[in-house]
């Protein structure tokens, strides 16, 4: 038993069962994850999968425990080398972030930037999702750190670190109707159109859906998408009021674009980082989180991480004044 063996079938569970986007996901070709699995199962004495002809139906329930524990086993073959390569002070590596749309174009440029002036070896990759699948990623070991947002309470994960708090914008042309009321418009009035905005709005759950619901209106939303450029694209193309992150907005959309507050109309929101926290983090995620979160102290941090401290964050600035902040030391 090797620990490829193991990463194989760990790759084919989470490709629900397919073969060739395990390979691809590994590095391997399809031949040669199906012939380790087989001499894994070999030496097992039991299937892990089973066939339906050429391809492979479900899991079994033996091969469930297997690859439990092979998800430990590699986790922990993972901490010791990110170990080893820390006591070594070895820059090289690859850090892998899964995250929205808009935290990557918007937020983590100018934080990555400055990691990389201090790692000119390491490979930053960044992997966007939907808001729905970025903690499951986190999970599967697929991603070294998760940075979402929520309304509310913090994340379900084993360790969340407060970045900031924003609000959302309305975005408009200029000769809409909304643009010639002064003000922030009331939900009511935000009701009268139809939304472009983010395709977490379709969830039940989402804090934009909850507001309209709790002022008794209905949410028409017209388009939606994961991309704030896309967003505007169809504010711009008349399909719809756009609702989007405040960090989105650009100096350049105000030439031809109203934007409006929805701040007290629609719930703040808070940006987190999400570890797991039976991992050994590389220096390099812990300098990235630092240069994300400037008043989080780096040694408090550290400690967190390494299970000798618990979680104590101070209350996370709003994006508007962290932006200032970058700006003013830029």
């Known amino acids: 038993m090797t620990l490829t063996q193991l990463r194989y079938i760990v790759a084919i569970a989470d490709a629900g069962l397919n073969i060739t986007m395990a390979a691809e996901r590994v590095h391997a070709t399809q031949p040669g994850i199906s012939r380790q699995l087989r001499q894994l199962e070999d030496e097992l004495g039991f299937q892990v999968f089973l066939r339906r002809g050429k391809s492979l139906d479900s899991i079994t329930a033996s091969g469930s425990q297997v690859i439990a524990r092979a998800r430990n086993i590699l986790a922990e073959s993972a901490n010791i080398r990110a170990l080893a390569a820390n006591l070594r002070r070895d820059g090289d590596g690859e850090l892998i972030i899964t995250t929205t749309h808009t935290q990557a174009r918007f937020v983590l440029p100018g934080p990555v930037s400055t990691v990389k002036q201090r790692y000119p070896k390491l490979s930053v990759r960044l992997e966007p999702r939907g808001d729905t699948e970025l903690i499951e990623l986190l999970g599967r070991g697929s991603a070294d750190m998760a940075i979402v947002s929520t309304a509310g309470e913090p994340p379900t994960a084993d360790l969340a670190i407060p970045l900031f708090?924003?609000?959302?914008?309305?975005?408009?042309?200029?000769?809409?109707?909304?643009?010639?009321?002064?003000?922030?418009?009331?939900?009511?009035?935000?009701?009268?159109?139809?939304?472009?905005?983010?395709?977490?709005?379709?969830?039940?759950?989402?804090?934009?859906?909850?507001?309209?619901?709790?002022?008794?209106?209905?949410?028409?939303?017209?388009?939606?998408?994961?991309?704030?450029?896309?967003?505007?694209?169809?504010?711009?193309?008349?399909?719809?009021?756009?609702?989007?992150?405040?960090?989105?907005?650009?100096?350049?959309?105000?030439?031809?674009?109203?934007?409006?507050?929805?701040?007290g109309l629609l719930p703040t929101c808070t940006t987190w980082v999400?570890?797991?926290?039976?991992?050994?983090?590389?220096?390099?995620?812990?300098?990235?989180?630092?240069?994300?979160?400037?008043?989080?102290?780096?040694?408090?941090?550290?400690?967190?991480?390494?299970?000798?401290?618990?979680?104590?964050?101070?209350?996370?600035?709003?994006?508007?004044?962290?932006?200032?902040?970058?700006?003013?030391a830029a």
């Open 274 to 328: 999400v570890l797991q926290a039976d991992r050994v983090q590389r220096d390099y995620a812990l300098d990235l989180i630092a240069a994300l979160a400037p008043r989080v102290d780096r040694r408090d941090l550290v400690r967190v991480v390494q299970g000798a401290a618990s979680p104590a964050w101070s209350t996370p600035p709003h994006w508007r004044d962290l932006s200032a902040q970058h700006a003013n």
């Open 165 to 263: 708090s924003w609000d959302r914008k309305i975005l408009v042309p200029r000769t809409h109707p909304l643009a010639e009321l002064g003000r922030a418009p009331r939900i009511d009035e935000l009701a009268a159109w139809p939304l472009v905005s983010y395709e977490s709005s379709l969830a039940a759950d989402s804090s934009l859906r909850k507001a309209f619901v709790a002022a008794g209106c209905g949410l028409n939303l017209a388009v939606t998408a994961r991309d704030a450029d896309l967003i505007k694209v169809y504010v711009r193309a008349g399909l719809g009021v756009g609702v989007l992150a405040e960090m989105a907005l650009l100096e350049s959309d105000s030439k031809d674009l109203c934007v409006l507050s929805a701040e």
